[in-house]
């Protein structure tokens, strides 16, 4: 039972653990494609923590979860001793 707790534990914390980079990762260069539909926004850059570093995952058109929904862009956060971290953009409700 405890060995469960502690593999679950450090499992817990690795998913949660902020990821900091010196250098930013290069964004590709990619073609935009057509809009699908007027409700779809463009989601220029995303990228996903992997093995301490960042993994691009994508630019795309994606459509609100809900109607009235907007989208808040992924940025770059810098922290003066530990590096840059990425903030995920997000869907939220507009005014």
Do not use: C
């Not at 795309?60 to 971290?85: F, I, L, N």
């Amino acid at each position: 039972m405890l060995l469960l707790f502690v593999v679950l534990f450090s499992v817990s914390v690795a998913a949660s653990a902020q990821v900091y980079v010196k250098v930013r990762p290069p964004v590709p260069v990619m073609a935009k494609p057509p809009q699908p539909s007027g409700v779809h926004v463009w989601v220029g850059e995303e990228w996903e923590p992997n093995a301490g570093a960042y993994k691009y995952s994508g630019s795309r058109w994606s459509a609100p979860p809900h109607p009235g929904y907007v989208r808040t862009s992924g940025h770059w956060k810098h922290h003066k001793h530990e590096g840059d971290e990425w903030i995920r953009g997000s869907w939220k409700k507009g005014h």
